[in-house]
C-alpha cells in the first residue's frame, strides 16, 4: 500500500473479537499465509479448515480478553445496509489471539491481511493483548521460520526464537527403527472411558501435575480441547500405576501433546501411539529440536519432515521441551 493509498482509506478501528469475527479471521489467516508461500512454491492453504477454526473458538473461549480484530468500515457492505436502515458492518483485516495459562502468556496467532502488512497494524494488535506492564508473565509463541517480519517483530520485544519443531509426517514404512516401551512401562488406552463420562478427575489431576514439571504449567482446558477435537488419551505407567507419561493421538493423524517424566520415554511413547491406532492417513506430528533421539528414531523409521520448520520463541525459559511435546504451533 502507498502512501497515497493509505490517506485515502478509512482509519484503522480496534475491538474485541466476537464468534461472529471467526470466518473472517479465517480467511484473513489463509490470504497472509498463502499470499506468502504459494510463491515460495508451497502448497495452497485449502479454503476449509475446521481445526483452524476450533482452535479459534477454544482461544476466544478461554481467553476472551485476548482476541482481538482489526477492522475497517466496510463501505459496500455498509451502503447495502444503510438502505434497510440496520447498523453498518466492519471489514477484519487483521487479528491477534493469546492464551494466558497461570504465568505463561502464548501467542496463539496473529495475521493481518497483504496489503494491510508492514503498517505497524501487528504492533498495535500485540500491544493489546500482551500482559500489562509489570506483569511478570513468560511470553512465548511459535513463528514460521521462513517469515522474517514476525520474528523481527517478537524478538523486538524480547519473544525471541530459541527453538525449532519439525513436522514430521508420514506411516512407518520401517517399523524395525521404532523403539519399544521398555520392560515395565504399561499403556492404558482412555477413550473408552472419556467417551462415555469425561476424564476422571484422578488422571487429569496427575496429567496436570506432569505437565507443571514438564511444560511449566498445568493447562486442564487445552487437554478438554484435544478431546474435544477427537484425540485419544494414553496414560504410561509402571507396574505401581504412577504415571511416566502421557500422549495423545487421533484417527486424522495427528499426535500430540506428549509429556513425560523421563525423556529416555518420548521415543518409545510416540513410537506406541504411531501403533496403537492406525489414521485413516498419514500420522503427523510436530517434534521440537531437543526431542533428537525420537526425531532421528521418526525419520529412520521412514516419516518426512514436512514444509519449513516452526520457531519457538520465548522470552524467559520455562519449559523442557526434551520431555514436552505441544498440541501444535498454536496451542502449547
Ligand atoms: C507478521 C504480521 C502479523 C506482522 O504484522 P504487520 O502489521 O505486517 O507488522 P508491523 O508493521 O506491525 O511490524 C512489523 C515489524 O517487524 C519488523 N521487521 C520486518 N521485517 C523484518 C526483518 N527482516 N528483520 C527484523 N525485523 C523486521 C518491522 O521493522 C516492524 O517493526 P517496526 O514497528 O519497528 O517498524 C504480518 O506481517 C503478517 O500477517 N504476515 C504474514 C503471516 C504471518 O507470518 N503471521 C505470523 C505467523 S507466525
Not at 484435544?226 to 504410561?236: S, W
Request: hydrophobic share 40%; glycine share 10%.
Amino acid at each position: 500500500m502507498t502512501g497515497s493509498d493509505a490517506a485515502v482509506l478509512p482509519a484503522v478501528r480496534y475491538r474485541a473479537a466476537t464468534e461472529a469475527d471467526l470466518p473472517a479471521c479465517e480467511a484473513t489467516w489463509r490470504d497472509a499465509l498463502n499470499d506468502y508461500l504459494v510463491p515460495m512454491g508451497q502448497y495452497e492453504i485449502p479454503a476449509d479448515n475446521p481445526s483452524l477454526r476450533q482452535l479459534h473458538a477454544h482461544a476466544l473461549a478461554t481467553d476472551p480478553d485476548l482476541f482481538w480484530v482489526a477492522t475497517r468500515p466496510d463501505s459496500s457492505r455498509a451502503a447495502a445496509r444503510a438502505a434497510d436502515g440496520a447498523k453498518a458492518g466492519d471489514r477484519v483485516i487483521g487479528f491477534g489471539s493469546a492464551v494466558r495459562r497461570e504465568h505463561v502468556w502464548f501467542l496463539s496467532m496473529l495475521f493481518v491481511r497483504p496489503g494491510e502488512q508492514a503498517a505497524g497494524m501487528g504492533r498495535e494488535l500485540l500491544r493489546r493483548i500482551l500482559p500489562s506492564d509489570g506483569d511478570d508473565a513468560t511470553l512465548a509463541t511459535a513463528t514460521d521460520a521462513a517469515q522474517p517480519i514476525s520474528n523481527g517483530l517478537y524478538t523486538s520485544l524480547g519473544i525471541a526464537p530459541r527453538m525449532p519443531m519439525f513436522n514430521l509426517v508420514g506411516r512407518p514404512t520401517r517399523p524395525e527403527a521404532l523403539a519399544p516401551l521398555p520392560p515395565g512401562v504399561f499403556a492404558e488406552r482412555l477413550d473408552g472411558q472419556e467417551r462415555e463420562g469425561g476424564r476422571d478427575p484422578a488422571i487429569q489431576a496427575a496429567f496436570d501435575d506432569l505437565d507443571a514439571e514438564t511444560l511449566g504449567v498445568p493447562h486442564p482446558q487445552d487437554h478438554a480441547f484435544v478431546l474435544r477435537q477427537g484425540r485419544i488419551g494414553f496414560a504410561f505407567r509402571d507396574g505401581q500405576g504412577a504415571l511416566l507419561g502421557y500422549g495423545y493421538t487421533s484417527e486424522v493423524g495427528r499426535m500430540g501433546p506428549i509429556a513425560t517424566r523421563d525423556p529416555g520415554l518420548h521415543a518409545p511413547i510416540i513410537a506406541h501411539l504411531l501403533a496403537a491406532v492406525e489414521p485413516r492417513g498419514a500420522s503427523a506430528v510436530w517434534v521440537p529440536g531437543p526431542a533428537g533421539e525420537t526425531m532421528q528414531m521418526l525419520v529412520q523409521a521412514g516419516l518426512r519432515m514436512e514444509g519449513f520448520p516452526v520457531l519457538e520463541c520465548w522470552s524467559k525459559p520455562f519449559a523442557d521441551f526434551s520431555r514436552y511435546l505441544p498440541i501444535s504451533p498454536g496451542l502449547l
